[in-house]
């Protein structure tokens, strides 16, 4: 499908310009009539978040339109065994609960810089504010723009660099209009909405198949199973075993998007039990994210790029008006996610880099300046690293997201690891590791996607050497560092107790989890 703005009629137009229009005025409105209350104990919401809304804040903010597109991709191609990337994070979000939340809630710290700051000292934190600068261009603007311009490609048929631009001057002009806003005003609904039509595609699709049974006998047995053969080349077993971790860790331990709601709870038990309930959610994935590229793949086997799944599905399931509802509204989400991250990066390096490192006494006409600078350049940066991963051949978009992701990862993984498990960790080896280390990461990965080393070897396995290696250099680094350490203790809490409650909820998760793998397998 070279283009699928041919296939919307004129009510999907409508929509899509009443959509847009609709948030360009809900940003004016919030932006300079609606009266907003400002509270510095807003950033974590008081610290009143009770289970319920830990889980569905965490689940809401790891399902997006990128997420969507590169999971039906997945499923399209290799069926439900990426959903490895949802149910093994049970793992990760249990010591999430059990290991970081104590120490974290313990510090009582807002973010998670503070935490490796009280940790290690200041130029800790200032490191991790450059990996994190590193992290959003790359991971977040980079990424969203890709997936961004995928979309943009498949709709207009136009090329890939092109598809970019657009994406970046959108996103620009929605911010001048006070869009950005509105679409942050509306995410939540926006990402509900989101996942009813994954659903709705899911059972519409099942029907049109034929039902779970005809879908089983019409795609390849292995498309079923959780763990293959090592002889596989997208996902080998092994390979999923030893590198996934990596990411787990990562994402779900110390990616301050993730982590904040449970830094945001009325106590360690409801931060705890808010865990267990993303877990329980994730469960939801396989079927609400990938089985439509599952799906799409028995009634669309011919697709030039399994990338296309998910919009070739909404485009010939769906009918007329809903079809350009659920467009529009992945454009605004994803155009979203590019602006947010664009702040983002201005945010981190005007507040965590440019005013505690170089001019902490800038006026606020200066930190203004800065910051639109950073965001130019940023922009700038991200279209040439998006158009670089464009260039990166025979991975789909989930491969492509999560081979990214997997040699940013060690680093982080690492210091927060042995930060929180090993007292006599050295400051200076956890700030090798969150510098050299992560320059050593990104050569690898760049190299690797040139095809000039390690052709033949997996990312997972590299993630996971990555991680090893650097683990290595820590404890040797620190054990032969005898100079003395300045910072707080963060590791004792003893004292504090898993409730019972929390106990039923994870032994409960841990059951259903094992049993799903022992089916899919």
């Not at 992945?330 to 490192?357: F, P, Q």
């Not at 050569?443 to 095809?451: A, D, E, V």
């Not at 290595?472 to 004292?495: C, G, I, Q």
Request: charged fraction near 10%; proline fraction near 4%.
């Amino acid at each position: 499908m070279n283009n699928i703005l041919g296939t919307l009629q004129s009510l999907d137009f409508v929509i899509i310009a009443v959509y847009m229009a609709t948030l360009i005025f809900i940003g004016y409105w919030v932006s300079f009539v609606k009266k907003k209350k400002e509270n510095e104990n807003m950033f974590l919401a008081e610290h009143s978040l009770t289970w319920p809304s830990i889980g569905l804040n965490m689940w809401g903010t790891n399902v997006g339109p990128s997420m969507l597109l590169a999971s039906a991709s997945a499923g399209y191609t290799t069926g439900i065994v990426s959903g490895n990337f949802a149910w093994y994070a049970f793992i990760f979000i249990l010591m999430l609960a059990v290991v970081f939340a104590p120490r974290y809630i313990g510090a009582k710290v807002s973010t998670l810089p503070e935490y490796m700051g009280k940790r290690f000292g200041q130029s800790t934190r200032h490191l991790l504010a450059w990996y994190t600068l590193i992290t959003i261009l790359i991971s977040w603007l980079s990424l969203g723009l890709f997936a961004g311009g995928i979309m943009v490609k498949q709709l207009l048929g136009i090329p890939m660099w092109s598809s970019i631009i657009i994406m970046v001057v959108l996103a620009t002009l929605l911010t001048a209009a006070g869009g950005l806003k509105a679409i942050a005003y509306t995410s939540v609904f926006q990402m509900i909405l989101l996942i009813i039509v994954s659903l709705t595609l899911t059972l519409i699709g099942l029907d049109k198949v034929g039902g779970p049974s005809e879908l089983f006998r019409q795609t390849p047995g292995h498309y079923w199973q959780m763990f293959l053969p090592n002889s596989d080349k997208d996902f080998p077993w092994l390979a999923i075993i030893l590198g996934y971790p990596i990411m787990g860790v990562w994402f779900w331990c110390t990616e301050q998007s993730m982590v904040q709601s449970v830094l945001g709870a009325k106590n360690l038990k409801q931060g705890q039990l808010g865990a267990s309930f993303i877990g329980w959610l994730k469960i939801l994935d396989v079927p609400l994210f990938i089985l439509p590229g599952v799906i799409c793949f028995v009634l669309y086997p011919q697709l030039a790029n399994p990338d296309a799944a998910y919009l070739t599905l909404v485009t010939n399931i769906f009918p007329m008006g809903m079809k350009g509802l659920i467009i529009v509204v992945l454009m605004a989400a994803l155009i979203g996610n590019v602006g947010s991250s664009l702040n983002s990066v201005s945010t981190v390096y005007t507040m965590d880099i440019y005013l505690k490192k170089h001019k902490p006494n800038a006026s606020n006409a200066d930190i203004i300046r800065i910051g639109r600078w950073v965001t130019v350049v940023s922009a700038v940066v991200s279209v040439v690293i998006a158009l670089a991963i464009d260039g990166i051949k025979g991975l789909n978009l989930f491969n492509v997201f999560q081979s990214v992701l997997g040699f940013l990862a060690p680093p982080m993984s690492v210091a927060f690891l042995f930060a929180v498990l090993w007292k006599k960790t050295s400051r200076r080896a956890i700030n090798w590791v969150l510098s050299a280390g992560t320059l050593v990461c990104l050569t690898i990965g760049i190299l690797f996607y040139m095809k000039l080393i390690f052709v033949n070897l997996h990312f997972l396995y590299l993630s996971f050497f990555l991680f090893v290696g650097l683990s290595l250099f820590t404890v040797v680094y620190s054990l032969m560092d005898k100079r003395a350490e300045d910072h707080e203790n963060t590791l004792d809490y003893k004292p504090i107790k898993v409730s019972n409650t929390v106990k039923i909820a994870w032994g409960l998760l841990i059951v259903v989890m094992v049993t799903l793998y022992i089916i899919f397998n």
